[in-house]
Nanobody
């Protein structure tokens, strides 16, 4: 089994920055996709950013230009650097690890952006 642990959430003011971390442990196949999702109360889960082990990345339009996803494959860690934060970014952020036949989720980390 695989365990994902997110960290780095907190309360920040609008315009501020925050860096989320997700570290995976367990039996991890090196070819995989790691994705940040977020879900706010009363909202559907939203894909935020994607990073493959091969180095490709994709972003939701709502965060493009403000957020950066990156990976450290040696540490089995994915990061989400969030800049120019807006109140609408407030959500629980979840890390997802997808391999060929398996899919794992972290417990989530709360991000709150105040005006």
């Amino acid at each position: 089994q695989v365990q994902l642990v997110e960290s780095g959430g907190g309360l920040v003011q609008a315009g501020g920055s925050l860096r989320l971390n997700c570290t995976a442990s367990g039996s991890i196949f090196r070819i995989n996709t790691m994705t940040w999702y977020r879900q706010a109360p009363g909202k559907q889960r939203e894909l935020v950013a994607v990073a493959t082990s091969g180095g490709s990345t994709n972003y939701a339009d709502s965060v493009k230009g403000r957020f950066t996803i990156s990976r450290d494959n040696a540490k089995n860690t994915v990061y989400l650097q969030m800049n120019s934060l807006k109140p609408e970014d407030t959500s629980v952020y979840y890390c997802n690890l997808r391999m060929l036949t398996s899919n794992y989720w972290g417990q989530g980390t709360q991000v709150t952006v105040s005006s």
